[in-house]
């Protein structure tokens, strides 16, 4: 019996890496797609992930989810990932449709159907998550596991010097999440900088695989090896997402996880979207969320590699 996976996600270069492994992996149903604003605006991150479903030959429906935050203005990465998300080389990204339903409306319908058996997988802002819990609390129950790509577990931020990116857009949405009694698992962006860099030889032995998966993967990190180059400083493009649907799909890519207390600032304009972990248990709070803080990049990248085969 394949898991049954719901994919919130703002559709951009890390993130259809991320669905290409969901959506060819042998175990996993995806039996949903929901996209929120993000990386780039929602329209744009719909497109990009219709694209990447047609490129997998795949059926999964994707659902329109929010073009905002909870309560502030949407900031986007195209400073990362290229104005249209997917490293700028000039893909055919428009012109297909989603399915009909939000993406909020058919999430709670899954935790419904699927109770107690249900995997989510957010690797976008959590906005979506939050208004779906929001309007349905009994779903953060009925979920079996949310595994978050967001935060720092080393608090070493890549949007400020403190947090990351899906928690920066929309924090508001974050302390829904995190009050909200979900099993929650995060794979933060210390986990990509530290285990899922692809070098340049990594990149060149993926060209080589000439496939059409392949190929992508590594064409559309154009931008985001810019941005890596020049302000992440790392030896590569990262790919936070994948290495997060992977940790999903087969936990033994981390070989170390936590159980910490977590909380997300929402006020200061210093540290907005920063999650704050508890390592030392010093709140003296119950933990709410299993954080890895290790992971092998041997493993991800076997995953990795399964999935692009032609
Ligand atoms: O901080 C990395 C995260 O922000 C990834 O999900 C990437 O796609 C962006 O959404
Ligand atoms: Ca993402």
Known sequence: MKRKFFIDTDTASDDAVALIIALRHRDVDVIGIGVVAGNVPLEMGVQNALYTRELCGSSAPIYVGAAQPLARELRTAQF??????????????VGRQPN??????ELIKSAHEFEGVL???????LTN????????????????????????????????????????VDPEAVEVVLQSGMNLEFVGWDISRK?????????????????????????????????????????????????????????????????????????SPITEGMVVMDALGIMHQTPNALVVTSARHDVFMSMLMDALEA
Not at 138 to 166: L, Q, W, Y
Not at 230 to 243: C, K, M, V, W
Request: contains cysteine; hydrophobic residues 50%.
């Open 80 to 93: 990362v990932h290229g104005n249209d998300g997917m490293g700028d080389i000039g893909l055919d990204l």
């Open 100 to 105: 009909a339903g939000s993406a909020i409306d």
């Open 129 to 168: 998550i939050a208004l779906a819990l929001q309007k349905d609390p009994s779903i953060a129950k009925k979920i079996k596991r949310c595994v978050v790509m967001g935060a720092v577990a080393d608090h070493i931020g890549n949007v400020t010097p403190v947090a990351e990116f899906n928690m920066w």
């Open 195 to 267: 285990f899922a860099v692809i070098t340049p030889a990594e990149s060149a032995m993926l060209r080589a695989m000439d496939t059409p998966f392949a190929t992508f993967t590594v064409d559309i990190q154009r931008v985001l090896e810019k941005f890596c180059e020049n302000e992440t400083h790392l030896a590569g493009f990262d790919l936070p997402d994948p290495i997060a649907i992977a940790y999903a799909i087969n936990s033994s890519v981390a070989d170390e996880v936590r159980n910490m207390h977590l909380v997300v600032e929402t006020k």
């Open 119 to 125: 995997e989510l997988v957010t690797l976008g802002p």
